[in-house]
């Protein structure tokens, strides 16, 4: 089967994980389950340790910069030294925190029911300097919600908005944000663009040169099935010369050269390497993340983003017929959607009966969180409307 673009469509890759055969993992927006070869790249990596003597002064820098090209290559970046590696995306927000000269009257615009990771942040900036935080929240409506809120965050972008901080789809509903118009609105005040797109990259094509942000954090261990503690963060030239949160010695300028590395060098390697954390060339963690890209580099997001529609259209259908609401199909992910009850009724008691049925979804804000990826099949989302369907008919009684 060829999909529109004439690459041949995905069939279900189960076979590359460990998933229990009676288990529906729908999901990955919790955390991506760990790929056998993910898992193997690991465990090579764990044995490297055993023999000290066999690591080269040239591992500490060859693995790191082959998952920054294999980063790079996934957004569109156009060399791999914008891309820094950190631990999580609160470290990478911090940077960018530090490196935003937002003064008294400015503002930072965030969404409402935003991840927290970038909420604390941008909340103790704002204190500090006497800013102040704009939260744009989700429109209370039923009916073209992600429409509205897209213009309500355009609306409120002016003159006095020193950042704009958003992800690329809600983090508990999937609702899709317009980034590109947004960027394009936000450039034109002069505000910076810092993009999260931990739970869409990797599973939904993103493009460097046409969003043109200022900051790109994707987080690991979910879209991108990489391990826990590594966040991947492109810096525009913006951050060209940003100062880090950490000073550590393979950030510099000839850290390659480990018996010059007490002449201090002032000076930091080239580009983004600055914002690296301290130890960021882990020997069980990099390798799982660079196969983890080639991976991804295979499946390929648009490929991995039409199998999600396809496997989850129909179901989509069943649930809304069953009344409850889920976004428009046009302004929201196929990889990640919320299932929210109609006005005057409740999920109470859904999450349960999801579990015991052996479904695994998340409770995010008021949804129900759907994430399935390219280990789902058509009757993983059959299994999740028929407990649906139970659980409107014992509601009903």
Same mark, same amino acid.
């Given at each position: 089967?060829?999909?529109?673009?004439?690459?041949?469509?995905?069939?279900?890759?189960?076979?590359?994980?460990?998933?229990?055969?009676?288990?529906?993992?729908?999901?990955?927006?919790?955390?991506?389950?760990?790929?056998?070869?993910? !898992?193997?790249?690991?465990?090579?990596?764990?044995?490297?340790?055993?023999?000290?003597?066999?690591?080269?002064?040239?591992?500490?820098?060859?693995?790191?910069?082959?998952?920054?090209?294999?980063?790079?290559?996934?957004?569109?970046?156009?060399?791999?030294?914008?891309?820094?590696?950190?631990?999580?995306?609160?470290?990478?927000?911090?940077?960018?925190?530090?490196?935003?000269?937002?003064?008294?009257?400015?503002?930072?615009?965030?969404?409402?029911?935003?991840?927290?990771?970038?909420?604390?942040?941008?909340?103790?900036?704002?204190? !500090?300097?006497?800013?102040?935080?704009?939260?744009?929240?989700?429109?209370?409506?039923?009916?073209?919600?992600?429409?509205?809120?897209?213009?309500?965050?355009?609306?409120?972008?002016?003159?006095?908005?020193?950042?704009?901080?958003?992800?690329?789809?809600?983090?508990?509903?999937?609702?899709?944000?317009?980034?590109?118009?947004?960027?394009?609105?936000?450039?034109?005040?002069?505000?910076?663009?810092?993009?999260?797109?931990?739970?869409?990259?990797?599973?939904?094509?993103?493009?460097?040169?046409?969003?043109?942000?200022?900051?790109?954090?994707?987080?690991?261990? %979910?879209?991108?099935?990489?391990?826990?503690?590594?966040?991947?963060?492109?810096?525009?030239?913006?951050?060209?010369?940003?100062?880090?949160?950490?000073?550590?010695?393979?950030?510099?300028?000839?850290?390659?050269?480990?018996?010059?590395?007490?002449?201090?060098?002032?000076?930091?390697?080239?580009?983004?390497?600055?914002?690296?954390?301290?130890?960021?060339?882990?020997?069980?963690?990099?390798?799982?993340?660079?196969?983890?890209?080639?991976?991804? !580099?295979?499946?390929?997001?648009?490929?991995?983003?039409?199998?999600?529609?396809?496997?989850?259209?129909?179901?989509? %259908?069943?649930?809304?017929?069953?009344?409850?609401?889920?976004?428009?199909?046009?302004?929201?992910?196929?990889?990640?959607?919320?299932?929210?009850?109609?006005?005057?009724?409740?999920?109470?008691?859904?999450? !349960?009966?999801?579990?015991?049925?052996?479904?695994?979804?998340?409770?995010?804000?008021?949804?129900?969180?759907?994430?399935?990826?390219?280990?789902?099949?058509? %009757?993983?989302?059959?299994?999740?409307?028929?407990?649906?369907?139970?659980?409107?008919?014992?509601?009903?009684?």
């Amino acid at each position: 089967m060829i999909d529109s673009k004439g690459s041949p469509s995905l069939t279900s890759q189960r076979n590359e994980f460990f998933l229990p055969p009676d288990l529906s993992y729908l999901n990955c927006a919790f955390m991506s389950p760990m790929s056998r070869r993910v !898992e193997n790249a690991g465990l090579s990596g764990l044995r490297s340790r055993r023999n000290p003597h066999e690591i080269h002064s040239t591992d500490f820098f060859d693995s790191s910069d082959s998952v920054r090209r294999g980063f790079a290559q996934l957004i569109g970046a156009t060399t791999a030294i914008q891309i820094s590696i950190g631990p999580s995306v609160s470290y990478a927000v911090a940077t960018a925190a530090k490196n935003i000269q937002a003064v008294r009257g400015d503002e930072i615009l965030l969404l409402g029911e935003q991840f927290p990771s970038h909420v604390y942040t941008w909340r103790r900036l704002t204190e !500090e300097v006497g800013a102040r935080l704009v939260v744009v929240p989700r429109p209370n409506e039923n009916s073209e919600q992600g429409r509205k809120w897209n213009e309500r965050i355009l609306n409120a972008i002016n003159p006095q908005t020193v950042a704009v901080c958003l992800p690329v789809i809600h983090w508990t509903d999937g609702t899709l944000f317009d980034i590109e118009l947004i960027a394009e609105r936000a450039r034109d005040v002069g505000a910076f663009i810092i993009i999260d797109g931990t739970q869409s990259v990797g599973a939904l094509p993103f493009d460097i040169g046409r969003v043109k942000p200022d900051v790109l954090i994707c987080a690991g261990y %979910k879209w991108l099935m990489g391990p826990y503690g590594i966040a991947l963060t492109f810096w525009s030239e913006r951050f060209q010369d940003g100062i880090p949160i950490e000073e550590n010695w393979i950030t510099r300028r000839g850290s390659e050269n480990f018996a010059a590395l007490v002449e201090y060098a002032d000076d930091y390697q080239a580009g983004a390497i600055r914002f690296d954390v301290g130890e960021r060339s882990n020997f069980v963690s990099i390798p799982m993340m660079r196969e983890a890209l080639t991976l991804i !580099e295979e499946w390929q997001p648009a490929r991995i983003q039409n199998y999600c529609r396809m496997i989850t259209e129909h179901a989509v %259908k069943e649930i809304r017929n069953l009344g409850y609401l889920i976004e428009d199909d046009k302004r929201r992910a196929h990889h990640l959607f919320g299932i929210r009850a109609p006005e005057g009724r409740s999920l109470a008691g859904l999450p !349960e009966m999801l579990f015991a049925r052996k479904i695994s979804v998340s409770v995010r804000g008021s949804s129900i969180r759907v994430a399935p990826n390219v280990y789902n099949n058509v %009757k993983d989302l059959d299994r999740l409307v028929d407990t649906l369907r139970t659980y409107s008919l014992k509601k009903a009684r």
